[in-house]
């Protein structure tokens, strides 16, 4: 199946994570894989080595750019943060929940440009002795609840939630909250460092929009083939 003929829905619920060290290894994926890949996640590694301009230089091969920050600091200048991002002309910006009511309303009333803003709750990363250490006595599930909630109060317009979270978040939030979903893996590829995940399939029943997967394809050793075998299964 080509481009063309490939229904707009599945393209547009795939985010590939560019999560390399170089601005050219990233541009070579992106020119690899485009058109059939209209969404793109530049996270922490790639922005702190290529700056603004890989994001400029995705956007401008017609792609849209989720930029992955994860934003944690006092309101004002997460703010003048996100201000910056809207005129870069990101289309998504991650914030963590954890930065609590004022710094969340400041971000949210801060973007511009159709800009969405997508809360953090707990990483997946976090176990609940993660919790404890930082003095959080909840389980796991109480506290994405909880700061999920926090967030959806104070304006936000998704949540980045663990495939296991997602029919949670869904249930109690509905459509209103876009839910983009890492830990992906597609059944002929490898776990590697992501512990509980669920296939691209799975994750969409579950009530995902999105579903963000890096290491599946960016380390294939043919990944426009990998994309096309993830889109394939998102139609199916
Ligand atoms: O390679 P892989 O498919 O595991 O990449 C997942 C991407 O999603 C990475 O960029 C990672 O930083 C991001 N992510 C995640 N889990 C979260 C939030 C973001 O894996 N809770």
């Known amino acids: 199946m080509n481009s ?3 229904p707009v829905i599945a393209r547009d619920r795939l985010i590939v994570a560019l999560d390399v060290p170089t601005q050219t290894e990233a541009l070579n994926l992106v020119r690899d894989f485009s058109p059939e ?6 996270g922490l590694q790639l922005y702190t080595a ?11 091969t017609g792609a849209k750019v ?12 997460v703010a003048r943060t996100v201000e910056s991002a809207g005129q870069l002309g990101v289309q998504m910006l991650t914030i ?3 930065g609590g009511a ?3 309303r400041a971000t949210v009333a801060a973007r511009k440009n159709n800009l969405s ?3 953090v709750t707990v990483l997946t990363s976090a176990d609940e002795q993660t919790l404890r250490q930082v003095g959080i006595s909840d389980n796991i599930r109480d506290h994405v609840l909880r700061l999920a909630k926090l967030g959806v109060d104070a304006g936000i317009d998704g949540l980045v939630a663990s495939p296991h979270e997602v029919k949670m978040l869904r249930a109690q939030f509905g459509v209103k909250i876009k839910l983009v979903v890492p830990g992906i893996r597609p059944s002929w590829s490898e776990a590697r460092d992501q512990k509980r995940v669920m296939t691209p399939r799975e994750a969409l029943e579950a009530g995902a929009d999105y579903l963000v997967i890096g290491r599946p394809i960016i380390a294939h050793p043919r990944p426009r ?5 993830i889109l394939n299964e998102i139609e199916s």
């Open 4 to 6: 063309q003929s490939r």
């Open 37 to 42: 890949v209209a969404f793109l996640k530049v």
């Open 50 to 60: 290529a700056g603004p301009e890989i994001v400029r230089s995705v956007l401008a």
């Open 66 to 77: 989720f930029l992955d920050l994860k934003l944690h600091d006092i309101p004002n200048t």
């Open 96 to 98: 963590h929940l954890s």
């Open 102 to 104: 004022e710094m969340i």
């Open 117 to 119: 803003i997508l809360g």
């Open 225 to 229: 083939e990998a994309v096309t075998k």
